[in-house]
């Protein structure tokens, strides 16, 4: 019998032994020490793992209080620490691709002084709410050109998409044409040394070309002058 055939056999019947185990005697505890580093998993990341896991055991598990379920076919440990980072973390994951973005990556950068519930971020897919039991995700459509300007945020081994400060305010007034005059600068209460400390004046004018659009560099142009004088 050749060595090729014997690797082979093994293989196959190691993979059976493991799918049979996760589909019919694994416990919760299991799954835990398996999948502990992921913040949030889905049911295809657990079949890549064990074809044969079955999405009842999710349901079990879930009714025990266990885990929660996010939005549909992904699922996050009910004890997890819901944390800034790990809200970011989940908004990435369950609407792909996109980044955070607008009020709360301003509230992120301590530009603003309120307090934002809702995460809104940037998609080059369609436009998408989500109401979850953890937090509202909401997703703004924008043209696959105009998706760029984040930064890859580290955190505890993992890591988040958020619009840099520069691509943020773009993106705000991007989707907010409404506002436009000193009135309306005034009203965002704007924090000016954390503006001033963070923003670099040469990469918000390279990302404002990127955009070639006319209200935009108009709208960005007025703003920049209230923020200099204000």
Same mark, same amino acid.
């Given at each position: ?10 293989? !196959? ?5 493991? #799918? ?9 505890? &299991? ?7 992921? #913040? ?7 079949? +890549? *793992?064990?074809? =044969?896991?079955?999405?009842?055991? @999710? ?5 025990? =209080? ?5 939005? +549909? =076919? ?5 004890? @997890?620490?819901?944390? &800034?980072?790990?809200?970011? &973390?989940?908004?990435?994951? /369950? ?7 607008? &009020? ?13 519930? *809702? ?6 897919? +369609? ?6 039991? /953890?937090?509202?995700?909401? !997703? ?8 760029? =300007?984040? $930064? ?12 840099? /400060?520069?691509?943020?305010?773009? $993106? ?20 000016? $040394? ?24 108009? #709208?960005? +142009? ?9």
């Amino acid at each position: 019998m050749s060595c090729n055939f014997v690797f082979l056999f093994v293989t !196959y019947f190691t993979k059976v032994l493991l #799918t049979a185990f996760w589909r019919n005697k694994m416990r919760f505890i &299991e799954f835990r020490a398996a999948f502990k580093p992921f #913040t949030i998993f889905s049911i295809d990341e657990i079949r +890549k *793992v064990a074809p =044969g896991f079955h999405r009842r055991r @999710l349901n079990d598990w879930q009714e025990k =209080g266990y885990i929660k379920k996010v939005v +549909k =076919g992904y699922y996050i440990f009910a004890d @997890l620490d819901l944390n &800034e980072s790990v809200l970011f &973390e989940i908004a990435n994951r /369950i609407h792909r691709p996109s980044y955070v973005s607008l &009020e709360i990556a301003l509230s992120y950068y301590h530009l603003i002084p309120e307090s934002v519930y *809702v995460i809104t971020s940037i998609s080059s897919r +369609k436009p998408y709410q989500y109401d979850t039991p /953890i937090a509202k995700f909401n !997703y703004k459509k924008m043209k696959p050109e105009l998706f760029f =300007g984040y $930064d890859l945020v580290d955190y505890d081994d993992k890591n988040f998409k958020i619009a840099s /400060i520069e691509k943020a305010i773009l $993106d705000y007034f991007y989707f907010h044409s409404n506002l436009n005059s000193i009135s309306d600068f005034s009203d965002l209460r704007l924090n000016q $040394d954390n503006f001033w400390s963070q923003i670099n004046l040469e990469k918000l004018q390279d990302f404002l070309d990127r955009f070639n659009h006319r209200r935009l560099s108009l #709208t960005i +142009k007025s703003f920049m002058e209230f923020m200099k004088h204000v």
